[in-house]
């Protein structure tokens, strides 16, 4: 019989993680700035948990106020994000704002037909949804940290670790579904429903909470489509702003559409097959268009398009040329509208093969070779993980990217490359980087006759004798600025240095740490440094592990999810061993860990792909990449299984992962493999705290 006091353990820690991946899709969706900074969410959420586990020693309980933090977390986003706000001034970093000339973007909607006039701050957005977010999860911390005083410190985290992969493979599930968030708060105050103290008083509460929750908020969510990336909103197009006449023009019948996404202009679908007459559609054809119309030596053979979207990149290669076009598009719901209401059916014509992954992945499996490669409007609006500070599309404007692109032309092939080029230094990186590789000096093109369209467009190729040179930077002088690389991909970061609001937010999170050892009792106010130094060690290699597998298998939120669950399961693999070996070897795990650890720094993710085996290339992939998990939780294992407090523990391991996901931002200077050297110091000073331990039980535990 299944101990009741275990399952609700596992229900708790599955409602914890579920919330937590929740929030931040519902947060970064409905608020525009906190798109571009989801794991300022996850962070708080970790903060939160830290907090809330050092609370446990108290026996008042937080979970009473849960449903109310919960539903202000959720009601947040939407009011918030109706409100105009700008992005950070002055900046490093460029972020997306605004759409192309002509179409007069709306992309702040009005929350219950409430709309403001006045703007926000980024800095304070940002903030409020940081000091909620962490209250939410202050709340589950001390929940769990009730629970685990029912079990043996291992067997507690254990628990706690199953359910939490339970709740990303039920998140997982439902963004596969492309379920809307009405569905998400169902199942979410679901869990919590099952497990909250059974009395009268506690389930009227949820059950009001909730119930107005749904109505309010899922009113409003089902107001849009939601893919697993975006929340996606399709607003026809009837008016023109014309940019000459200064007068706006209303066309007798919808023209196209716009496609919004998390309160930013994603894209257009138009009909340019028999557009109207007007100087807004001859800008825009003769964009798409370019690429097959202005070159009178091209060579026969397939086109590839990346990032084609709603499809107006294809349908422009089924009007200009006879070749099969593969089409590559990362999110599949993007796919599905263009195949709705685009009118001339690109994705429905049998010259056109649609493949739904990311941009990266598909150069480096591809064997065709191409004439043309085009690159349509890539840039992303929403981060590749929470983990990181990486965009969607960093990936796909890199050196290695490009050198892989040069591969897969054909002999006299062209690439091309459209970009919304808003920052002059910008433009000259991706001119340089086309420069760097390809066989010609970059040509640019741009509309300057009508002044609509707002891409510009990149045009290099590959000589019918060329030799494409090695995917690395030797015999290139260009510094780190010049061109992005896989190592330092921030296409949208002027120059390696950690811009004014990243500092901001660096201390916050460590005033937030700092302040939690004022939680614990009055002579015990320290945190626990072997498991402060490793949960900010594993933060970081967890965010090293993503990066890694992205490269390898591609960005798309399957791969996230197949990586986390994998990491959660080989903290499972190694509590289990930890729960039958009675002599922890400390030194030898520390070794191997650190071993590990610099093979991962070492191996290229790119070099795995040489092996034909799938399934050797899996296992290979996992020691290299996954192996320091679960040698960091073979130590941790053994630690928490000796662990006579184990909420102080578990606290200030979570309060190490928020210090672990400030450094974080140390890669937007010294590039992301830098932070496995920043790890490896991390486990050093945790070993050294385990051998002081050691030292002090006067050797009852191996060492060797």
Not at 571 to 589: K, Q
Request: aromatic content about 16%.
């Amino acid at each position: 019989m299944i101990n009741p006091l275990s399952f609700k353990l596992v229900l708790c820690g599955a409602a914890a993680l579920f919330w937590e991946l929740l929030l931040i899709r519902w947060l970064g969706s409905t608020v525009r700035i906190v798109a571009y900074f989801s794991n300022f969410v996850l962070i708080s959420a970790f903060l939160g948990l830290g907090i809330g586990a050092l609370l446990g020693r108290f026996k008042f309980r937080l979970t009473n106020y849960l449903f109310v933090v919960l539903g202000l977390c959720v009601f947040l986003g939407p009011i918030v994000g109706s409100i105009f706000h700008l992005n950070p001034e002055n900046t490093n970093e460029y972020i997306w704002l605004g759409g192309p000339g002509g179409i007069l973007p709306k992309t702040f909607d009005g929350f219950l037909g409430w709309n403001v006039e006045f703007i926000l701050p980024y800095w304070f957005i940002l903030a409020s949804v940081f000091t909620i977010n962490t209250l939410v999860f202050i709340c589950f911390g001390q929940w769990l940290a009730h629970l685990f005083q029912n079990f043996r410190p291992l067997k507690a985290y254990t628990l706690e670790i199953g359910g939490s992969i339970f709740g990303i493979l039920l998140f997982a599930m439902l963004a596969y579904l492309q379920l809307p968030p009405t569905i998400w708060f169902l199942v979410g105050y679901g869990l919590l429903l099952v497990i909250i103290d059974r009395n009268v008083k506690q389930y009227l509460f949820a059950l009001g909470t909730g119930a107005l929750v749904l109505l309010v908020c899922g009113n409003f969510a089902n107001q849009y489509l939601w893919s697993p990336y975006y929340k996606i909103h399709i607003t026809p197009l009837q008016r023109i702003h014309d940019v000459k006449l200064k007068q706006v023009h209303h066309a007798s019948r919808p023209f196209g559409y716009q496609i919004s996404v998390n309160n930013d202009y994603h894209q257009m679908i138009l009909d340019l097959a028999s557009p109207p007459s007007h100087s807004f559609f001859e800008s825009w054809r003769w964009l798409y268009d370019f690429p097959y119309t202005q070159s009178v030596d091209d060579i026969e053979g397939p086109i590839l398009i990346v990032g084609a979207g709603t499809g107006n990149d294809v349908s422009a290669a089924l009007r200009n040329s006879q070749s099969e076009i593969h089409a590559v598009e990362i999110d599949p719901l993007i796919v599905q509208i263009g195949r709705r209401y685009h009118i001339e059916k690109p994705y429905e014509n049998p010259r056109v093969r649609v493949i739904a992954t990311d941009a990266r992945s598909y150069f480096e499996r591809t064997k065709t070779r191409y004439a043309k490669i085009v690159f349509g409007f890539l840039d992303s609006h929403t981060l590749m993980s929470s983990f990181s500070s990486l965009r969607l599309d960093n990936f796909v404007y890199t050196y290695e990217s490009m050198v892989r692109a040069k591969e897969l032309l054909l002999p006299g092939g062209k690439v091309f490359v459209t970009f919304a080029s808003n920052r002059s230094w910008i433009h000259e990186r991706l001119i340089n980087l086309l420069n760097s590789i390809f066989d010609y000096q970059t040509k640019v093109a741009v509309d300057r006759v009508n002044g609509y369209a707002n891409g510009v467009i990149y045009v290099n190729g590959k000589r019918a004798d060329s030799t494409t040179p090695p995917s690395n930077l030797a015999g290139f002088t260009l510094s780190r600025t010049d061109i992005p690389t896989d190592d330092w991909p921030f296409l949208y970061m002027k120059e390696p240095r950690i811009p004014g609001h990243y500092l901001g937010f660096m201390c916050l999170m460590l005033l937030g740490a700092a302040g939690a050892i004022w939680l614990l009792p009055r002579g015990q106010r320290k945190i626990k440094l072997p498991y402060f130094f490793m949960g900010a060690g594993f933060f970081l290699i967890e965010t090293s592990n993503v990066v890694s597998l992205s490269l390898l298998y591609g960005s798309t939120w399957t791969v996230n999810v197949t990586v986390f669950t994998g990491i959660l399961t080989l903290i499972l693999v190694a509590n289990w061993i930890c729960s039958w070996s009675a002599r922890p070897r400390y030194l030898l795990t520390m070794t191997l860990l650190l071993i590990n650890i610099l093979l991962s720094y070492f191996i290229r993710p790119s070099t795995m792909l040489g092996i034909n085996s799938v399934l050797l290339q899996g296992v290979v992939a996992t020691v290299v990449f996954l192996g320091p998990v679960f040698f960091a939780s073979l130590i941790f294992g053994h630690l928490i299984k000796r662990e006579s407090h184990l909420s102080q523990a578990y606290g200030s391991n979570l309060v190490g992962a928020v210090v672990g996901g400030a450094c974080e931002y140390f890669s937007l200077v010294l590039g992301i493999k830098f932070l496995l050297i920043v790890t490896c110091g991390f486990y050093l000073l945790a070993f050294f705290y385990v051998w002081v331990w050691l030292a002090k039980s006067k050797g009852s535990v191996a060492v060797g």
